[in-house]
């Protein structure tokens, strides 16, 4: 079936439409990802400029990839926290953390782990963060090793890795994701250990692909929604690919009429396929329309 032959809902781009929807709403969650951060400068993972462009994400986001080489995937992280830090939090993170002062209902998941969310003051009791922080450092020996600590300001993380953010201005390609530029290998020997189990090493504390999300935290969203029907979903900046986080939208529509309301720069046929009456579709930047439609 064509694409042609679908039938969008109709006001599925109604702005009224949708504040009419928004007044009538308690229960709202919403579902974030790198699209919401694009605009404050901090590139997504698929598509055009993507971070992943030149490499698969297994290359650099799996717990086999720190072990093959540690000191590689440090480097494409302390770029992304490098540019995390020289970057601010746009009007859509305010939009949200706003949304969130006014409702105690509203719960913002957030696969982004640029940590904008909390520097746009969004109510912690109120925002989940998916996959974890850029800013969070856990060890190699996760879960057995327990260790988890807050760093938001080591930049370069460690020493070893001051050629990923010295030579790198924010928004420039890594030189690790550019295959023309010769990078120094960076033994795991200089790498910090982990202080708790000194075996270990210092890693991200972000969820790689094949690790399991925080139980408590999938415990806690799974109750949210069952508590009770969800009025609305706001489904902003993300490819949907990446489960679980990927599956939250659709599964809230089984306790009742709920609205999704997607925010996203491109319609696209998948998305085009899964909408329902009474669903929102807003083509554009994050930044420009959550505010509009969240104020
Ligand atoms: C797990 C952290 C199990 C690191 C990331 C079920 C079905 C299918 C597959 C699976 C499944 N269950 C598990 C899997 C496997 C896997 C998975 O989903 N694979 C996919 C790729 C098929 N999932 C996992 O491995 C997860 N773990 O389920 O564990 C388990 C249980 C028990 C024991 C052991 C294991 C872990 C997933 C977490 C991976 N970590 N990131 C890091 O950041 O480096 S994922 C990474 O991609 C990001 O975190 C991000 O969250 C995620 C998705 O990317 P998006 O945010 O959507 O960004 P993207 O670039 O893709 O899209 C941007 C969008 O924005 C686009 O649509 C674009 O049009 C739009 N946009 C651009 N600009 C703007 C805009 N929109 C608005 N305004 C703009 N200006």
């Known amino acids: ?56 994400a297994t290359d650099l986001a799996t717990p086999d990839a720190f072990e093959d080489d540690p000191g590689f995937v440090w480097l494409f992280y302390a770029y992304r926290r490098h540019m995390a ?10 939009a949200l953390a706003a949304l969130a ?12 782990v640029d940590n904008l ?61 550019d295959p023309k530029h010769e ?18 090493i210092q890693r991200p504390g972000v969820v790689w692909f094949y690790e399991p999300l925080d139980k408590d935290m999938l415990d806690e969203i799974e109750a949210w929604i069952n508590e009770d029907v969800v009025d609305m979903v706001l489904v902003v900046g993300t490819s949907s690919v990446v489960h679980p986080a990927a599956g939250y939208a659709e599964r809230t529509r089984t306790k009742g009429k709920t609205s999704i309301v997607t925010v996203n720069m491109e319609l696209d046929t998948q998305s085009k396929r899964k909408m329902r009456e009474g669903d929102f579709f807003f083509i554009g930047d994050a930044a420009v329309l959550l505010p509009q439609l969240l104020e």
């Not at 830090?85 to 305010?94: A, Q």
């Not at 002062?101 to 982004?112: A, G, M, R, V, Y």
């Not at 969004?122 to 600590?149: A, V």
């Open 101 to 112: 002062e006014k409702n105690p209902d509203f719960l913002c998941l957030s696969q982004n």
């Open 117 to 177: 969310h909390v520097r746009a003051k969004h109510p912690p009791s109120q925002l989940r963060l998916l996959h974890g922080s850029l800013f969070d450092i856990k060890c190699s020996n996760t879960p057995k090793c327990e260790y988890i600590e807050r760093n938001n300001t080591a930049d370069p993380f460690c020493p070893a890795l001051s050629a990923a953010s010295e030579d790198v201005e924010p928004g420039q390609t890594l030189p690790l994701l």
């Open 85 to 94: 830090l020289t970057v601010k939090p746009n009007p859509g993170h305010y």
């Open 1 to 56: 079936w064509s694409s042609k032959s679908m039938v969008l809902p109709k006001g599925y781009n109604s702005i009224p439409a949708f504040h009419k929807k928004l007044l009538e709403s308690k229960r709202i969650l919403a579902v974030c990802g790198a699209g919401l951060s694009a605009a404050s400068g901090l590139p997504t993972f698929r598509g055009a400029g993507g971070l992943w462009r030149n490499h698969n």
């Open 183 to 200: 990078l120094a290998h960076i033994p795991a020997s200089e790498l910090p250990k982990c202080p708790e189990c000194k075996t270990g």
